[in-house]
């Protein structure tokens, strides 16, 4: 719902994010923030667990190679000539 604004918020930025890279960089971002927060879901504790849990963390990764896929960076406008 908020990636309409967040677009918006990163092409102030020169990033341009299409709405579908939101969709998946969700769960990793999820992730990072609950992290950040210190506030540890099942789900964060199973992907920083490292002897189990591998089909989640290749989920994860994979979600992050989509979303992170379509990025751009905008460039500036140069002058043109006349």
């Known amino acids: 719902m908020l990636s309409p604004l967040l677009s918006k918020i990163f092409r102030k930025f020169r990033v341009d994010i299409?709405?579908?890279?939101?969709?998946?960089?969700?769960?990793?971002?999820?992730?990072?923030?609950?992290?950040?927060?210190?506030?540890?879901?099942?789900?964060?504790?199973?992907?920083?667990?490292?002897?189990?849990?591998?089909?989640?963390?290749a989920i994860i990764l994979i979600l992050l190679f989509f979303g992170i896929r379509g990025i751009k960076i905008i460039k500036k406008n140069s002058p043109r000539k006349v």
Do not use: E
């Open 18 to 57: 299409p709405k579908l890279n939101w969709l998946f960089l969700t769960l990793p971002i999820s992730i990072v923030v609950h992290l950040l927060v210190g506030q540890i879901t099942p789900m964060t504790k199973a992907f920083i667990d490292i002897n189990d849990h591998y089909i989640l963390k």
